[in-house]
C-alpha cells in the first residue's frame, strides 16, 4: 500500500470517527432535552426562558462536541452550560419587578412557594433548585456552578435562610 | 420549609416539554447562528474600517485607477478640457 493510500485512508479514518461522535452527541442531545428543560424549568419558573436556556446550551455543547470524550462528561458540561445559561437569562429579565407580597401563605402552597421562590436572587434559585429538584451533592454542585464545596454550603445555607425570611414574611 | 421546597419541585420533573424545543435540529439552528456571527462580524468590521479610514480619504485617493478608456473603446476627455470649455 502506498503513503498516499495509508494518508487517504487515515484522513477518511478521522473523518469517519468525528461524524460517529457527531451522532452520540446529537443523539445524546436529543433525548436530554426534556431533562434540561425541566432544571431550566425549576430555576427559572418561566417556560420562555427555560427554553431560551436549553436553545443556548444545545448549541453550546454542539460546539463542545470535540472537546468531549465520554458522555459522562458532556452530561456534567451541559448542566453546568445550562445553570449558567438560566442564571444569566433570570439577571437579565429582573424579577424583581414582582409585586411585595405581604403574606405569602394566603395562596395555595405551591404558588406562595413559587412567589417566595421569585423575590430570592437568581443565584439563589439556582442552588435551591440543584439541590431539591436535581438532588445533587456539595461536590456535584460545586461542580456546576465552579465554585468550592465549603461556598455551596454557605450559599445553600444562605439560601434556605433567605427562603424563610421570606416565607415568614420577616 | 424543607418539606414545602422539596413538594414544589416535584412538579417540575412532570412538567411536559414544549415542542418546539423537542423538534428543535441543533445541527441547523448551530449552522444559520454562525452564518449570522459571520454577517454581524463582517459588517462591523468594514464600519471599522470606513470610520477608522475615511478622515484620510482625499478626492484623488478615492477616484478609481480602473482604465474605463480600454473598456470604452475610445478616449476619455480629461476633465480639465471640460472645464475649459465651460471658461473656468
Known sequence: MSVVTQAVHAVSGLFARAKRSEEVVNAFLQNE??????????????????????????????????????VGDLKAFCRQVLVRRAITVLKAHDSNQLPEIEDPKEFGEQMS???VLQTLPPDSRAIL????????????????????SGTVASRLNTARDRFRDAWEGK | MKDQLENF????????????????????????????????????????????????????????????????????????????????
Open chain 1, 33 to 70: 432535552r426534556p431533562w434540561m428543560y425541566r432544571l431550566a424549568l425549576s430555576i427559572t419558573q418561566r417556560s420562555d426562558l427555560a427554553e431560551d436556556a436549553v436553545q443556548e446550551t444545545l448549541i453550546r455543547c454542539w460546539r463542545s462536541t470535540k472537546k468531549l470524550t465520554q
Open chain 1, 113 to 115: 412557594v413559587r412567589l
Open chain 1, 129 to 148: 433548585a440543584l439541590s431539591y429538584f436535581e438532588g445533587l451533592s456539595y461536590q456535584e454542585i460545586s461542580e456546576t456552578l465552579g465554585i468550592p
Open chain 2, 9 to 88: 419541585y416535584l412538579q417540575f420533573h412532570e412538567a411536559e416539554v414544549p415542542p418546539s424545543l423537542v423538534q428543535l435540529d441543533v445541527p441547523t439552528l448551530e449552522k444559520r447562528r454562525v452564518g449570522r456571527e459571520i454577517s454581524v462580524w463582517t459588517v462591523a468590521f468594514v464600519l471599522a474600517w470606513i470610520l477608522t479610514s475615511a478622515p484620510t480619504w482625499t478626492p484623488a485617493s478615492v477616484q478609481p485607477s480602473f482604465a474605463w478608456s480600454s473598456v470604452l473603446g475610445r478616449q476619455l476627455e480629461p476633465v480639465a478640457s471640460l472645464d475649459a470649455e465651460e471658461g473656468k
